[in-house]
């Protein structure tokens, strides 16, 4: 394991997360919204945002999932992140999270809701540690996990990819 990541996992207390990769969540807030005032895609109550540490090492990745509230991911260190987002049109792009910022790479990026994504390093020997926020505020019953036949059958032009964060 890279020993920066490792640093980082023990002095942040980052667990493994179902999606791939290590996490903590660092802020819950205490105001929420009551479920009769968002979309119906809500099961309940959610908190205004949430937000986590995320951590990719090595060849981790962040398996394609989506959400039912915006993301943003934001870049805090180590190497490139490439971000691969599948629209609701099913059109595929990617996205470089990082500290290049003249060879095109971003700081920060927000995922919409109900997009396939997914991220892989771009250097399987480094790590990534970045931000992740969500609003309304994450709960696991937003959350899905992507299943490789589902995408494929669907996507069938990007099975390499969608086999590699499946």
Excluded at 18 to 40: D, H, M, N, V, W
Excluded at 67 to 86: A, N, P, Q, R
Excluded at 128 to 157: H, M, W
Aim: one cysteine or more; hydrophobic letters at 35%.
């Amino acid at each position: 394991m890279n020993l920066q990541a490792e640093k980082y996992i023990e002095l942040l207390d980052l667990q493994k997360h179902p999606e791939g990769g290590y996490f903590k969540e660092i802020y819950r807030s205490a105001e929420y919204y009551e479920a009769k005032l968002l979309p119906g895609r809500y099961s309940g109550d959610r908190t205004f945002s949430t937000s986590i540490y995320f951590l990719l090492e090595g060849t981790n990745v962040s398996r394609f999932h989506r959400l039912k509230s915006d993301e943003t991911w934001h870049f805090y260190d180590g190497s490139t992140v490439i971000i691969y987002v599948l629209d609701q049109l099913g059109k595929l792009s990617q996205i470089c999270l990082g500290k290049n910022l003249e060879l095109g790479e971003t700081l920060q990026v927000t995922i919409e809701k109900g997009c396939w994504f997914g991220a892989a390093l771009k250097e399987d020997s480094s790590f990534c540690l970045i931000g992740c926020t969500v609003s309304p505020g994450f709960e696991f019953d937003d959350f899905e996990l992507a299943k490789r036949e589902f995408l494929v059958d669907n996507y069938p032009q990007y099975k390499e990819i969608i086999t590699r964060l499946t």
